[in-house]
């Protein structure tokens, strides 16, 4: 084989080289391609602002459609995960829904029960009583006979489980046959034993009033019966 020859064959596996070199590089951009355009799953994406510890429902979220390569190994793919789960945060619209943005809903302990009642939405919940919130439940009481006007803390340390969404109450008529403004309450669910329970409820039917005061997690804020009630004409000051 001459030079001329030979250089003839070196060109050749110079071409061969380069051709294989394009190929694997072609073959390359258009995995790349279909992996991003490819293999599509489904995730669910937050409809609306979720605010923390609320119940998660269908409805706060849409299904997408996602290449797998851009989803998180935390995404929410399926919805069972989600059924009987509490935001843990505050949850933006438009985010993807993650496992490690859920927690379960708080559980009845031995011995409780769940109750609910409607509190004012203004004076006793002003949104920043959250399911898991620890509360103290005050209420006011009208005087009876030759009695006192009287205010009460009937819980001490109540744990909320669930706050509900807040609900414009029936107008009722006032004193002169009027229609008077209806006001605007949300539902509260406790976590109580059978007394507190049935405080609870005859609050909600014959006090004037009922408020709720949020505790600080991790405080030491027991009240000794014998400061749970009080009375104008009895306060002597500090």
């Known amino acids: 084989m001459n030079s001329r020859q030979r250089r003839g064959v070196i060109l050749l596996l110079v071409s061969v080289l380069v051709a294989i070199g394009a190929f694997v590089g072609v073959l390359s951009v258009v995995n790349d391609a279909e992996s991003q355009v490819g293999n599509k799953v ?8 979720v605010s923390p510890y609320k119940t998660l429902s269908e409805g706060d979220f849409d299904k997408v459609t996602l290449p797998k390569r851009w989803l998180p190994d935390t995404a929410v793919r399926d919805l069972d995960e989600v059924r009987g789960k509490v935001a843990t945060n505050k949850l933006r619209k438009g985010s993807l829904l993650q496992s490690d943005m859920l927690a379960d809903r708080p559980e009845l302990e031995p011995g409780q029960q769940e109750i609910a009642i409607m509190i004012d939405a203004e004076t006793g919940v002003a949104g920043k009583i959250t399911p898991g919130a620890t509360v103290n439940v005050y209420a006011t009481f009208q005087a ?3 009695g006192k006007p009287q205010s009460r803390v009937l819980v001490n340390n109540a744990k909320v ?24 309450a949300v539902p509260i669910t406790f976590a109580l034993n059978t007394k507190n329970a049935q405080r609870i409820a ?24 014998g400061e749970r009630d009080y009375t104008l004409s009895d306060d002597k000051g500090n």
């Open 42 to 49: 489904t995730a669910y994406e937050l409809t609306s602002d």
């Open 144 to 146: 009876e006979g030759n």
């Open 161 to 184: 489980i669930d706050v509900g969404r807040i609900t414009a109450l029936r107008p009722k008529d006032d004193e002169d046959g009027g229609d008077a403004s209806g006001s605007q």
């Open 202 to 225: 005859y609050a909600e039917s014959f006090a004037s009033h009922v408020r709720l005061a949020l505790v600080a997690p991790g405080s030491d804020t027991r009240i000794p019966s």
